[in-house]
């Protein structure tokens, strides 16, 4: 089977750094995404990790370890407007969802 | 400009009743998909097409089906056959078979 874990929530204060961490198991892994989703909305494509290591994207960078099934989402100078579920996303030929990280991000 | 839409953006039905669920895009994107989402969950694949005339099922596809007439169109249908269709589903396309996929507004479907 198939299956992802992340943390159902997270709180974090404007400015600071968080990471929302994602553990999957799965057969024909060829890599790990992360979608934002704001409350009600549209999924929106955040990143994309195929390789081990760190991909950096503005304030938002997202890392891999193939060996420890295991990446996170690294959301730096949080803002306002960060505050959002986070899903990270095993792509094997398709796209299998983990159950989201709501983020809330307080003054 | 380009995008994908979704319509209705609410849909009501009673039990028994098959309901069809709009999507259009505009982006020349050949694969497209159908996920359901509910409350606190992740999206779940329902179907998805990766060229005109031909679709799969994805992992939870019972009671749903699905065309592909045309390549900026794929509609679904949630029949009455579907056990707990009251979900927001939501559309999305890719170039091609591909992670970085585009998704529409979705629909929140309420059926009772």
């Known amino acids: 089977g198939q299956s992802l874990e992340q943390p159902s929530e997270v709180t974090a204060v404007e400015g600071a750094i968080v990471q929302i961490n994602c553990t999957y198991q799965t057969s024909g892994f060829y890599g790990l995404s992360w979608y934002q989703q704001h409350d009600g909305g549209a999924p929106t494509f955040l990143s994309y990790?195929?390789?081990?290591g760190l991909e950096e994207t503005g304030r938002f960078s997202s890392f891999l370890s193939r060996s420890d099934s295991y990446g996170y989402l690294l959301l730096q100078e949080l803002q306002m407007k960060d505050s959002a579920s986070y899903f990270c996303?095993?792509?094997?030929?398709?796209?299998?969802f983990g159950q989201g990280t709501e983020l809330s991000v307080k003054p | 400009d380009g995008g994908i839409t979704q319509s209705p953006k609410y849909l009501f039905r009673k039990e028994g009743q098959n309901v069809t669920l709009s999507c259009e895009q505009n982006l020349n994107h050949d694969a497209m998909y159908w996920y359901r989402q509910d409350p606190g969950q992740g999206l779940r694949l329902i179907y998805y097409?990766?060229?005109?005339?031909?679709?799969q099922k994805g992992d939870i596809a019972e009671g749903y089906s699905v065309s592909r007439e045309k390549k900026e169109s794929f509609p679904l249908t949630v029949t009455s056959a579907q056990k707990n269709p009251t979900a927001f589903y939501l559309c999305?396309?890719?170039?091609?078979?591909?992670?970085?996929?585009?998704f529409g507004p979705g629909t929140r479907l309420t059926v009772t």
């Open positions: 999305a396309s890719s170039a091609g078979t591909n992670y970085e996929q585009y």
């Open positions: 990790n195929a390789l081990d």
């Open positions: 996303a095993v792509w094997g030929g398709k796209l299998i």
């Open positions: 097409s990766q060229i005109v005339n031909d679709f």
